[in-house]
């Protein structure tokens, strides 16, 4: 789902000229801020890119229209300051396109690997860190994050810790000060630069691991998990961590090492995906907290290797989708979706995709020491909107989880048959609605929603 989004934002992108600021200074930007571990939690494809400011959140829907919701009046308006503006294509100012959200220092910071038209050519500068003010305007690119452009992107997403982007290319992790030139500033972390004839070559072939990175960082150390292949053939999903304390210019030792792996079935009990990869995974303090959709909740120490079962989340439903905080881990009760559904064929890499669960209709919301502290029923958000299908989990914070809501509403029409199309569902629109409830009063909240034909 995220790389067909990433298509298709390249895509719009590619229609419009951005009028963007020569490369600023070169100047490297002072960031302190550590990497927003809870806003980082969802992979749901519409609404994935959000970060916090004191103020508010600014977050992504469909990774193109930017949205600004504010703490204080509970409100959400689109980032655009046109006036007359009907928002609907890209001279809109609420058109981001962006892949990640950061906000530090007063700017946003998004990426974005999109054809830009100069001088009537559209030029492949590859994916690059753009920044923008906190209304959308005033955009102008930050750095790049490819050392030649590729023109395939690795589909990482980058992150920002205590002033630094760090990123993939080609399979091998780097990290550059924000702000820097990437040829003169990137640090390689880990992985081997293999030179080819045209310089650079993709080394996912030469590697036993997946080409899904997903970084994360927490406290002095950078982690990022990958799926490695394993004697047998199988996958795993692995843990790595760098120490970001490590003076990586006086090291001559590994500075990145493997510090867990997804357990056996024989340590943490049978789950939906057992020994490939954990359904949902927020590494604080050492130890890395996860959920296992047909276990429960456990934690490991990234130190000892030992393992604690946290909650029997079983006993409140078998399959599940979770999201955490440094507070809480919280859980939505779920389904598989039905896939005897005539031409539902699901691709063996895809067969232990978490996507794959649909409903929910409660969030049980456990501390970190896995006691259960909060049940919050979602039944009014089927009383107050139609034809509520599925329930995504966004993130925890400030007192509220976040979620949207997902209500497909048919209109009767059955459609004109299309050849290579399923003959199915008829002619259907949606409502991707954004809510928050209440941690404390329970009380639920529509932040905004998206409506798609
Ligand atoms: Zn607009």
Known sequence: MKIIRK???????????????????????????????????????????????????YFLIGGSDAWYFEKETGRATLLCTKPDCKHEDDTCDGRINGDVLWATGGRLYYTNSALLEEHGKLVDHGERVYSAALDGTRRKVVMDLEFEPSGSSTYVNPILHRGYVYFFYSGVFYRAPLGGRLKRTAQRLWGEEIAGETGRVHIYDSIPVGNSFTLWADGDFVYFMVNVKQADGTYKDTLFAFDTTVDVEKSDGELVRQVWETPDADTVGEW???????????????????????????????????????????????????????????????????????????????????????????????????????????????????????????????????????????TGETGIPQEGFLPFGGVKTYDYIVCRADIETGEITEVCREHRE
């Open 272 to 410: 939906v995906s057992t020994g490939v990869e954990v359904s949902q995974w927020y590494v604080k303090d050492g130890y890395i907290y996860f959920y296992l959709s047909g276990g429960d909740f456990w934690r490991c120490s990234l130190e000892t290797g030992a393992y604690e079962k946290l909650a029997d989340t079983h006993e409140k439903t078998v399959y599940g989708k979770a999201v955490f905080s440094d507070e809480y881990m919280c859980l939505l009760n779920a389904r598989p979706e039905d896939r005897s559904l005539p031409g539902f064929v699901v691709a063996e890499e895809f067969r232990y995709d978490y996507n794959s669960l649909v409903g929910g209709d409660t969030f049980y919301l456990y501390g970190l020491d896995g006691e259960l502290v909060k049940t919050l029923p979602l039944d009014s958000v089927f009383e107050q909107f139609e034809d509520v299908e599925n329930i995504e989990p966004l993130f925890c914070g400030d007192g509220q989880v976040w979620f949207v809501a997902e209500a497909v509403h048919s």
């Open 7 to 57: 298509m298709l934002a390249a895509v719009l992108a590619a229609l419009i000229t951005l009028s963007l600021a020569a490369c600023g200074k070169g100047g490297i930007i002072e960031s302190q801020e550590d990497f927003q571990k809870n806003m980082h939690q969802s992979d749901y494809y519409r609404l994935s890119e959000i970060c916090e400011t004191e103020d508010g959140y």
